[in-house]
């Protein structure tokens, strides 16, 4: 069992940042990577970041690339989302999830784990 918790949501103009946390715990945390989803109102749930299987390459959905970054902590378990030149179509509830090493990233189905999601609004 993993526990997912974010943090860091809030409101902020476009062009802002923020910067989103998410805090694991549980057993054999080692076994599962950690990954970024959003969902805006009326929008389905989609991939945001997340690493490959070894954990050392960062992936991103395009609209995101150049403006936002993932990182980890392995000692504090801990995966955040640096997010940079922020737009208002960046508005969503965030959520962190987990999933096996072995299952790919990009489907939200894949993740076995979620946090209970943090918002962030961009006004225009």
């Known amino acids: 069992q993993v526990q997912l918790v974010e943090s860091g949501g809030g409101l902020v103009q476009a062009g802002g940042s923020l910067r989103l946390s998410c805090a694991a715990s549980g057993r054999a945390l080692s076994l599962y990577r950690m990954g970024w989803f959003r969902q805006a109102p009326g929008k389905e749930r989609e991939f945001v970041a997340s690493?490959?299987?070894?954990?050392?390459?960062?992936y991103y959905t395009d609209s995101v690339k150049g403006r936002f970054t993932i990182s980890r902590d392995n000692a504090k378990n801990t995966v955040a989302l640096q997010m940079n030149s922020l737009k208002p179509e960046d508005t969503a509830v965030y959520y962190c999830?987990?999933?096996?090493?072995?299952?790919?990233?990009?489907?939200?189905?894949?993740?076995?784990?979620w946090g209970q999601g943090t918002q962030v609004t961009v006004s225009s």
């Open positions: 690493f490959s299987m070894s954990g050392t390459t960062p």
């Open positions: 999830a987990a999933r096996t090493l072995s299952r790919p990233m990009y489907n939200s189905k894949e993740y076995d784990y």
